[in-house]
Nanobody, 120 residues
Framework: QVQLVESGGGLVQPGGSLRLSCAAS????????MAWYRQVPGKQRDLVAT???????EYAESVKGRYTISRDNAKMTVYLQMNSLKPEDTAVYYC??????????????WGQGTQVTVSS
C-alpha cells in the first residue's frame, strides 16, 4: 500500500516562508510527475506547481517567483518552498503523485493535506 505523508504546514506571518514536504512510502514502484495543489473551503482544488520526472516545472501565475517545487527521486519526496507568503495563500495544501505501486496500475495518489495559514 502506498502512502503520501505531508509535513511542514503551519502559521506564518505575511512575507514569511514555509517549506512543505511530501514523502511516498510503501510499495511505490515508479513515480512520474509530482505536484502540489491547494484548496480553500467552498472552492475547488487548484493546481499550484508541478514537476516532471525530468525536473521540468510549471507554476500557477499567482505563485510564480515566490514558490519553488523540487523533488528527490531517491527519497521519493517532493518539496514546495514558499516565500513571500500572502494571506491569500492560506489554504490546505495537498501533494499529488502520478505513480505506480508494485504490481499495480499507474494512477494518482494524494496526500492527507496540510494547513498553511498566513496571518499577522
Amino acid at each position: 500500500q502506498v502512502q503520501l505523508v505531508e509535513s511542514g504546514g503551519g502559521l506564518v506571518q505575511p512575507g514569511g516562508s514555509l517549506r512543505l514536504s511530501c514523502a511516498a512510502s510503501g510499495s511505490m514502484f515508479s513515480i512520474y510527475a509530482m505536484a502540489w495543489y491547494r484548496q480553500v473551503p467552498g472552492k475547488q482544488r487548484d493546481l499550484v506547481a508541478t514537476i516532471s520526472n525530468g525536473g521540468s516545472t510549471e507554476y500557477a501565475e499567482s505563485v510564480k517567483g515566490r514558490y519553488t517545487i523540487s523533488r528527490d527521486n531517491a527519497k521519493m519526496t517532493v518539496y514546495l518552498q514558499m516565500n513571500s507568503l500572502k494571506p491569500e495563500d492560506t489554504a490546505v495544501y495537498y501533494c499529488n503523485v502520478d505513480g505506480r505501486a508494485l504490481g499495480g496500475r499507474r494512477r494518482d495518489y494524494w496526500g492527507q493535506g496540510t494547513q498553511v495559514t498566513v496571518s499577522s
